[in-house]
């Protein structure tokens, strides 16, 4: 029911800043909660950040805190991740997910709670 496509990925040198952007179509009058997941070669697809439908609750990874931050704008159906101070263990394939919740303030975490993924864009960080 929901259609997510990434954007703003690409190649930036350690210390730099990012913006991704994620667009979501196919909604109505649903409530969803957003995620935004990275996943390295080799290694598990983890949360990133999460936020819910109301922006008002939002979660980060101990290994960003401090350097990105999730939002929303739920009138052009779009989340964002800003990503600054970025370090070279930060390359992955970043993916947004979506899932349906009942209360605006609800927010997940494990990828087995989405079930609306993104294609996924590339963040190679340089050293």
């Known amino acids: 029911q929901v259609q997510l496509v990434e954007s703003g990925g690409g190649l930036v040198q350690a210390g730099g800043s990012l913006r991704l952007s994620c667009a979501a179509s196919?909604?109505?009058?649903?409530?969803?909660?957003m995620g935004w997941f990275r996943q390295a070669p080799g290694k598990e697809r983890e949360c990133v950040a999460a936020i819910s439908w109301s922006g008002d609750s939002t979660y980060y990874a101990d290994s960003v805190k401090g350097r990105f931050t999730i939002s929303r704008d739920n009138a052009k159906n779009t989340v964002y991740l800003q990503m600054n101070s970025l370090k070279p263990e930060d390359t992955a394939v970043y993916y947004c997910?979506?899932?349906?919740?009942?209360?605006?303030?609800?927010?997940?975490?494990?990828?087995?709670?989405?079930?609306?993924w993104g294609q996924g864009t590339q963040v190679t960080v340089s050293s």
């Open positions: 196919g909604r109505t009058f649903s409530a969803y909660a």
């Open positions: 997910a979506a899932t349906r919740v009942e209360s605006g303030s609800t927010y997940y975490t494990s990828k087995g709670s989405y079930d609306n």
